[in-house]
């Protein structure tokens, strides 16, 4: 994660078949966008669009009734 850094040991795990990720050095965990918003500084809803845009994706948008 941004600014966690370990010189001698992984403290950096993910877990793909889950789809989760762990740092063990400052116990932050989540899911992939969660991952994407940590390392891109952006807040969740944000994070998704920007993920969607990169890959290609359309957004799936909800409309409200």
């Not at 795990?13 to 762990?22: E, F, P, T, W």
């Amino acid at each position: 994660m941004p600014g966690c850094r370990s010189s001698r040991k992984p403290s950096f795990s993910v877990n793909v078949a889950m789809g989760r990720y762990y740092c063990h050095r400052c116990r932050c965990h989540g899911h992939q966008i969660e991952l994407w918003a940590a390392a891109t500084g952006l807040p969740l809803h944000q994070a998704a669009i920007d993920l969607c845009t990169i890959l290609g994706r359309e957004v799936p948008w909800i409309e409200r009734w």
